[in-house]
């Protein structure tokens, strides 16, 4: 089976795949659990076009890389990469506004000059007289310099970035600090270190705060290395603009722009795990696994707390079939974040793939301990309580995975077989019907439909049924060769024989195939071709039941 993650419309359709929803921690203001889950991140009039000039086109990168610090204006460099989306911003207008902000603060800071006292006057200004405001999205405007200006909000990289334009013209030594998935600003002089949090209307926050609050856990190594909790320079927070706006442009689906961005990022900052893991899940969107798993492999060896990082690796290794070290991954990820449910659900699939069935649902337990309405979890639960014997829980997991989500296709899905396995093929039939009603494009709801309308006598419903299926799934011999049994027992030989051939051209080695062309071939009286299929039948299958009937068989045709 496969299946796909968890999405919070339950009204959304959930195919049952290896969970990809790429869990990447980036520098950004929105959560990174649903980075992945298609939400619109987007506003409709930014959306990102790949027409747009990019740094790769023009030089203002490359001055970037190759510019002194000391000489590096970050509101400037700012509004330069916005001018990309905004072509007609007037950059110099911007500078002046913030000039002009400085000299505002400038004219009200105490005489006393004391650190806590300026910060007070600068967040006064800013968040209670213009009321600036923090905003959790990842939209364009939120992060770039001129719209945080011109609508007066913006998440934690738009609104740092102002701050510090402000900061640098009043000569503060402010730094941007990063955490996973946020930015903060820190005032540190030398003698003392204040905090400054733009979630708060810069409030102090400790450092120890940050790191019992963070979304993502890192480790004391990815402090000691400069990853996390350190000031940085200002290249590196101008990293940070490039990797928030080279997420919107993977989720807008231009990756090429996203790859362009995020290589940037790092060129600015190779310290930050996030920029690695945001590039494996661009990778992966490129479907370039290798790379993926490169960068996922770097981003953990920067911070081995990283359990996205953990979950993201594990979900690719889950696709490449080696459940092994996917299940080690996820594992990973849960002693790193006990309440990380997308890991024991996938987690319980790998475990399921190679018949850890005790242990996957343990794994489903926990998830729905977790998350008492995840409907797909229940319905997973119940294949696997079907599976080893525990009917009254798997209908009962089925009913309640129907309940949470009426438009779960996969629940209706796994009822159906189940009342299949049951003898209750008019219901199975019902719940077939509902299955493809919410996703018509299901193969092998098809496939079981006709199978329950064979059984139950109704031939011309199943042959349809057949039909639909190989309209949908034409590369599947098997259901050639089905529909061709019933079209030769309703005597359309031509028809069947032409279905036969179709299967041993997908599979020629298909022995049901061979046999019923072989009967075909029989009733219209070409006896040879009959007995070259009947010998191929027993060549593929010397040791059937049925080979002594069809060597007598070939014996009369001779």
């Given at each position: 089976?496969?299946?796909?993650?968890?999405?919070?419309?339950?009204?959304?359709?959930?195919?049952?795949?290896?969970?990809?929803?790429?869990?990447?921690?980036?520098?950004?203001?929105?959560?990174?659990?649903?980075?992945?889950?298609?939400?619109?991140?987007?506003?409709?009039?930014?959306?990102?076009?790949?027409?747009?000039?990019?740094?790769?086109?023009?030089?203002?990168?490359?001055?970037?890389?190759?510019?002194?610090?000391?000489?590096?204006?970050?509101?400037?460099?700012?509004?330069?990469?916005?001018?990309?989306?905004?072509?007609?911003?007037?950059?110099?207008?911007?500078?002046?506004?913030?000039?002009?902000?400085?000299?505002?603060?400038?004219?009200?800071?105490?005489?006393?000059?004391?650190?806590?006292?300026?910060?007070?006057?600068?967040?006064?200004?800013?968040?209670?007289?213009?009321?600036?405001?923090?905003?959790?999205?990842?939209?364009?405007?939120?992060?770039?310099?001129?719209?945080?200006?011109?609508?007066?909000?913006?998440?934690?990289?738009?609104?740092?970035?102002?701050?510090?334009?402000?900061?640098?013209?009043?000569?503060?030594?402010?730094?941007?600090?990063?955490?996973?998935?946020?930015?903060?600003?820190?005032?540190?002089?030398?003698?003392?270190?204040?905090?400054?949090?733009?979630?708060?209307?810069?409030?102090?926050?400790?450092?120890?705060?940050?790191?019992?609050?963070?979304?993502?856990?890192?480790?004391?190594?990815?402090?000691?290395?400069?990853?996390?909790?350190?000031?940085?320079?200002?290249?590196?927070?101008?990293?940070?603009?490039l990797l928030n706006r080279s997420k919107i442009r993977r989720?807008?689906?231009?990756?090429?722009?996203?790859?362009?961005?995020?290589?940037?990022?790092?060129?600015?900052?190779?310290?930050?795990?996030?920029?690695?893991?945001?590039?494996?899940?661009?990778?992966?969107?490129?479907?370039?696994?290798?790379?993926?798993?490169?960068?996922?492999?770097?981003?953990?060896?920067?911070?081995?707390?990283?359990?996205?990082?953990?979950?993201?690796?594990?979900?690719?290794?889950?696709?490449?079939?080696?459940?092994?070290?996917?299940?080690?991954?996820?594992?990973?990820?849960?002693?790193?974040?006990?309440?990380?449910?997308?890991?024991?659900?996938?987690?319980?699939?790998?475990?399921?793939?190679?018949?850890?069935?005790?242990?996957?649902?343990?794994?489903?337990?926990?998830?729905?301990?977790?998350?008492?309405?995840?409907?797909?979890?229940?319905?997973?639960?119940?294949?696997?309580?079907?599976?080893?014997?525990?009917?009254?829980?798997?209908?009962?997991?089925?009913?309640?995975?129907?309940?949470?989500?009426?438009?779960?296709?996969?629940?209706?899905?796994?009822?159906?077989?189940?009342?299949?396995?049951?003898?209750?093929?008019?219901?199975?039939?019902?719940?077939?019907?509902?299955?493809?009603?919410?996703s018509p494009n299901k193969t092998f709801a098809y496939y079981?439909?006709?199978?329950?309308?064979?059984?139950?006598?109704?031939?011309?419903?199943?042959?349809?049924?057949?039909?639909?299926?190989?309209?949908?799934?034409?590369?599947?011999?098997?259901?050639?060769?089905?529909?061709?049994?019933?079209?030769?027992?309703?005597?359309?030989?031509?028809?069947?024989?032409?279905?036969?051939?179709?299967?041993?051209?997908?599979?020629?080695?298909?022995?049901?195939?061979?046999?019923?062309?072989?009967?075909?071939?029989?009733?219209?009286?070409?006896?040879?071709?009959?007995?070259?299929?009947?010998?191929?039948?027993?060549?593929?299958?010397?040791?059937?039941?049925?080979?002594?009937?069809?060597?007598?068989?070939?014996?009369?045709?001779?």
């Amino acid at each position: 089976m496969k299946i796909t993650r968890k999405n919070s419309n339950k009204g959304n359709n959930k195919d049952i795949c290896f969970i990809k929803v790429l869990v990447c921690v980036l520098l950004v203001s929105f959560n990174s659990a649903k980075v992945f889950a298609g939400n619109n991140i987007i506003g409709d009039s930014q959306v990102i076009q790949q027409g747009h000039v990019q740094f790769s086109d023009n030089k203002v990168f490359q001055d970037l890389i190759q510019v002194d610090e000391e000489i590096l204006d970050i509101a400037e460099t700012s509004l330069l990469i916005a001018k990309e989306e905004y072509p007609e911003i007037k950059i110099r207008g911007y500078m002046e506004c913030i000039d002009w902000y400085a000299r505002m603060i400038k004219s009200r800071i105490p005489e006393n000059n004391e650190p806590e006292s300026i910060i007070n006057t600068i967040n006064e200004f800013l968040f209670d007289e213009l009321g600036f405001t923090y905003v959790q999205t990842g939209n364009l405007e939120d992060l770039y310099l001129n719209k945080v200006i011109d609508r007066r909000k913006g998440n934690c990289v738009g609104l740092s970035i102002l701050y510090l334009s402000i900061a640098e013209r009043l000569r503060l030594p402010l730094f941007g600090v990063n955490i996973p998935e946020h930015i903060f600003i820190r005032y540190d002089d030398g003698g003392q270190r204040i905090n400054i949090e733009m979630g708060h209307k810069g409030m102090s926050l400790s450092d120890t705060f940050y790191v019992t609050h963070s979304i993502e856990r890192f480790d004391k190594k990815s402090v000691e290395n400069g990853c996390f909790l350190a000031n940085l320079n200002k290249k590196e927070v101008i990293s940070n603009v490039l990797l928030n706006r080279s997420k919107i442009r993977r989720e807008g689906g231009d990756h090429r722009g996203a790859l362009d961005d995020c290589n940037k990022a790092i060129s600015l900052n190779s310290r930050n795990p996030g920029a690695y893991c945001n590039r494996g899940v661009i990778f992966e969107k490129m479907e370039m696994v290798s790379e993926a798993i490169k960068n996922y492999n770097q981003a953990i060896s920067l911070n081995h707390k990283y359990a996205s990082a953990y979950y993201n690796r594990g979900s690719i290794f889950g696709v490449k079939g080696e459940y092994g070290k996917a299940i080690e991954d996820f594992g990973e990820a849960i002693l790193i974040n006990p309440v990380f449910t997308l890991s024991y659900f996938n987690r319980a699939i790998a475990l399921k793939k190679v018949g850890e069935i005790e242990k996957a649902i343990q794994d489903y337990n926990k998830v729905i301990d977790i998350d008492p309405d995840y409907a797909q979890a229940y319905c997973n639960r119940g294949v696997a309580f079907a599976e080893t014997g525990g009917l009254d829980d798997a209908i009962n997991d089925f009913n309640k995975a129907i309940e949470l989500d009426p438009n779960l296709s996969d629940a209706y899905f796994a009822r159906a077989i189940f009342f299949a396995d049951t003898k209750k093929p008019e219901k199975a039939i019902e719940d077939f019907g509902r299955c493809i009603s919410l996703s018509p494009n299901k193969t092998f709801a098809y496939y079981l439909r006709a199978k329950m309308y064979k059984e139950m006598d109704d031939t011309e419903k199943a042959i349809q049924d057949f039909s639909k299926a190989i309209t949908i799934g034409p590369s599947y011999a098997g259901l050639y060769t089905e529909r061709g049994m019933l079209l030769f027992q309703t005597g359309r030989i031509e028809e069947a024989i032409t279905d036969f051939n179709k299967s041993l051209e997908l599979f020629p080695r298909n022995p049901v195939a061979f046999r019923f062309r072989g009967e075909s071939f029989k009733k219209k009286g070409q006896f040879e071709k009959a007995i070259e299929d009947f010998e191929s039948f027993l060549e593929i299958v010397p040791d059937t039941p049925d080979a002594d009937i069809i060597r007598n068989e070939i014996q009369k045709l001779k």
